[in-house]
């Protein structure tokens, strides 16, 4: 469905960061989520927020954030950090699945003078806020893609031998890596393809690892791209080191 008076190409889009998820692994203070941690000084998920308010398209971003994790906008043990202005915040749910429909909602709540018929054909990016580097060549790359799908992912060749095994570990099957892609983040949708799929996963009981997921299982066609940006997660203490090493050595703005 495509936005009525634009054209396909110009339809301004909404961004929602998933930052749901604790520090457990990170070994961080009690109560202090990942995406706090700090990459050169900066909030992970503030590096993870950037590039989607400098993209001249989007024009709205919520982040999901927990509960607890909204006591601890601008104080000391987040670095004193606070979402740009402009920034919607929504309540994370117990699942990532819930977590992306609560940002949905935040956006529908906020959409202004869009009538509804252009609020669910606005394109919507989807990104895992502990991963700090997108590059916005892969946000352009995904919008393009989107026209003519129902969804859109950025993916990273597998560089090791894939592997499908039994319940005992035994090796079952060698796939063709070259067939094979790590799905990454930001995944581009329509908003009412996206919501009526997390809707339909939930009446269905079932969970899904990603946005992707849920649409492919729902009937739609889901396209790669080929990603630009780094592939780095924010999971343990080391991928910060890593996080700080890329940064040094690209010298882009995150």
Known sequence: ?????????????????????????MGLAAGVAKVFAL????????????PFLRHPRVTQVVLVL??????LLGTDRIAGWN???GVLLAEGGRTRRESVLAGLRALG?????????????????????????????????????????DGAVPGAPLSSSLKRVDPDLWIAESPDRARHRLA???QAFRMRTLREALEQAGR?????????????????RVRMIEARSPDLKITFP??????????????REY
């Open 39 to 50: 990459v050169a000084g900066k909030p992970v998920v503030a590096r993870a927020l950037g």
């Open 109 to 149: 709540l906020a959409r202004g003078s869009a009538t509804p018929d252009e609020e669910d054909a606005r394109p919507v990016l989807v990104h895992d806020g502990a991963r700090p580097f997108v590059d916005p060549r892969d946000l352009d790359a995904l919008l393009a893609a989107l026209e003519g799908a």
């Open 204 to 220: 269905a009981g079932r969970e899904v690892s990603d946005c992707a997921e849920a649409v492919a299982a729902a009937g739609g």
């Open 184 to 186: 990454l983040t930001p």
């Open 238 to 251: 080391a991928d910060l080191d890593l996080a700080e090493a890329l940064l040094a050595r690209t010298r």
């Open 83 to 85: 979402p740009p202005s």
């Open 66 to 71: 927990r509960p607890c994790d909204r006591e």
């Open 1 to 25: 469905m495509e936005a009525a008076g634009r054209e396909e190409g110009t339809t301004p889009a909404a961004a929602v960061i998933v930052a749901a998820g604790d520090g457990r692994r």
